[in-house]
């Protein structure tokens, strides 16, 4: 069995859906054969876990499942071992930045 990173991709709809489209990217740990199986098995999670229930404003919230986007393998599982990268491009690298250290600041304030 190997271990992978998959990405699932929800879509988040609110009452009748009229607002900006909402999507939730999870990073799932899978355990698998291959890759084949890995996208089966994350596929099936994101299928399972859809879940509709009604807000504090008494309107429908539905999550409903897009698909598996991502699946990387683990080569190993060791202290400090990468398990998924994005490289983002910015129109304002100092915005950026600035942004990156405020939910840095975030975490440790919460920690």
């Known amino acids: 069995m190997n271990w992978y990173v998959t990405k699932l991709i929800f879509r988040i709809i609110s009452g009748d859906g009229n607002h900006p489209a909402q999507f939730d990217e999870q990073l799932r740990l899978i355990n698998a054969d291959n890759e084949q199986a890995a996208f089966k098995k994350a596929s099936s999670i994101g299928i399972d876990i859809q879940d509709s229930f009604t807000n504090a404003q008494k309107?429908?919230?539905r999550?409903?499942?897009v698909d598996v986007t991502e699946v990387n393998p683990i080569n190993s599982l060791t202290?400090?071992?990468?398990l998924h990268y994005h490289i983002h491009?910015?129109?304002d690298a100092d915005l950026y930045i600035?942004?990156?250290h405020h939910k840095s600041a975030l975490l440790a304030i919460n920690n």
């Open 89 to 91: 491009e910015a129109p």
């Open 63 to 65: 999550w409903q499942f």
């Open 98 to 100: 600035a942004w990156a």
């Open 79 to 82: 202290d400090g071992a990468e």
């Open 59 to 61: 309107q429908m919230v």
